[in-house]
T-cell receptor, first 113, second 117 residues
Framework: AQSVTQLGSHVSVSEGALVLLRCNYSSSVPPYLFWYVQYPNQGLQLLLKYTSAATLVKGINGFEAEFKKSETSFHLTKPSAHMSDAAEYFCAVWGGSNYKLTFGKGTLLTVNP | GAVVSQHPSRVICKSGTSVKIECRSLDFQATTMFWYRQFPKQSLMLMATSNEGSKATYEQGVEKDKFLINHASLTLSTLTVTSAHPEDSSFYIC?????????????FGQGTRLTVV
């Protein structure tokens, strides 16, 4: 079975500061990992995904994440936060042949001016 | 990226009535569609997985007779909440999967806010 744990339900940063959202995974098979963003009352938009190619994955809107097998982590970062980054972020893992995504509990990112 | 259209975006219904939510993949054929439920300030909970032309596979604890899923074509899946009650009020999100293996990707609809009064 696969699972992800997002550390911190709420992260607050200042505009221009580094964004770091943490995600640790548990998987019995090589995982495929995803980060999604959700704006209020909307669906999810894929930021980036790791599918066993490069361990450093670059996504949209300046976000990137690094897969670290030794730490079972897939933290999401962005060098400089923008006001428009304020949203809910979900880490997800997909494992096995059933193609089901298992989501973390989410981290709400607020960006202060 | 591919577009998944979910309709309606908001619906208010009376207790005891049924509500149908549609999920369409507009520019691709979806191998599989998923239905999720999201409670306020919580994560997405997978309700069921549906493949075109076959019965949906429901997650443990999800009532099949209450949440009817029909996947009539490769571009359309519907979720019907039957005999709705206030506790069914929630945000429902569909997702459509495309591709195979490493190229598979899930695209999400914009969600439906259901309020049962």
């Amino acid at each position: 079975a696969q699972s992800v744990t997002q550390l911190g339900s709420h992260v607050s940063v200042s505009e221009g500061a580094l964004v770091l959202l943490r995600c640790n995974y548990s998987s019995s098979v090589p995982p495929y990992l995803f980060w999604y963003v959700q704006y209020p009352n909307q669906g999810l938009q894929l930021l980036l995904k790791y599918t066993s190619a490069a361990t450093l994955v670059k996504g949209i809107n300046g976000f990137e994440a690094e897969f670290k097998k030794s730490e079972t982590s897939f933290h999401l970062t962005k060098p400089s936060a923008h006001m428009s980054d304020a949203a809910e972020y979900f880490c997800a893992v997909w494992g096995g042949s059933n193609y089901k995504l298992t989501f973390g509990k989410g981290t709400l990112l607020t960006v202060n001016p | 990226g591919a577009v998944v259209s979910q309709h309606p975006s908001r619906v208010i219904c009376k207790s005891g009535t049924s509500v149908k939510i549609e999920c369409r993949s507009l520019d691709f054929q979806a191998t599989t569609m998923f239905w999720y439920r999201q409670f306020p300030k919580q994560s997405l909970m997978l309700m069921a997985t549906s493949n075109e032309g076959s019965k949906a596979t429901y997650e443990q604890g999800v009532e099949k007779d209450k949440f009817l899923i029909n996947h009539a074509s490769l571009t359309l899946s519907t979720l019907t909440v039957t005999s709705a009650h206030p506790e069914d009020s929630s945000f429902y999100i569909c997702s459509a999967r495309t591709g195979q293996g490493l190229n598979t990707e899930a695209f999400f609809g914009q969600g439906t806010r259901l309020t049962v009064v």
